[in-house]
């Protein structure tokens, strides 16, 4: 397992594990117009393929997780875990003193993920996630203390 800095030669890749992961999932060209805003950075975790990539941005003092996909054949090995430990020191290196994200209500591994990586619940989304046929999904708002935190 390689964790690195992802760059614009992994657009692709970054894509593909993201289509993996969600449906529907974002294309290259959606990554890259995330990944060229302010403060914005990305990890991939890849071997033979890629295999979870995380896409942040850290500004003003905040950071936000944007996106943390997961090959589904490459779920349950640590590949998410190291992912937002590495975000997490990242944000840090670049001034962030909190990290956010979003998780739908009813995805369990992830809020477990979250929790065990020292987030807390700090809010909630109402009908934040599009599931299609008219049924959405309420997001927790998670937060990251990264000020206090030797990561």
């Known amino acids: 397992m390689n964790l690195r800095p992802a760059a614009e030669g992994d657009l692709e ?6 289509r993996r992961a969600f449906t529907p999932g974002w294309s290259a060209d959606e990554i890259a117009d995330l990944a060229s805003g302010p403060g914005a950075f990305g ?6 393929t890629p295999l979870g990539m995380i896409l942040c941005r850290a500004l003003a003092g905040e950071a936000e997780v944007l996106t943390l996909a997961v090959d589904p054949d490459a779920r349950r090995q640590g590949v998410a875990r190291a992912l937002v430990a590495a975000a997490a020191i990242a944000a840090k290196a670049a001034g ?46 998670m937060r990251l203390d990264l000020g206090g935190a030797s990561l």
Do not use: T
Not at 13 to 18: D, M, N, T
Not at 43 to 48: A, F, G, K, P, T
Not at 114 to 134: H, I, K, L, M, T
């Open 43 to 48: 990890l991939i975790v890849d071997s033979e």
């Open 13 to 18: 890749a970054l894509s593909l594990v993201h």
């Open 96 to 141: 962030a003193e909190a990290m956010f994200l979003e998780v739908a209500v009813d995805n369990d591994p992830a809020l477990a993920l979250y929790e065990a990586q020292g987030f807390v619940r700090a809010g909630r989304r109402p009908s934040y996630y599009d599931r299609g046929g008219g049924i959405y999904v309420d997001a927790v708002v």
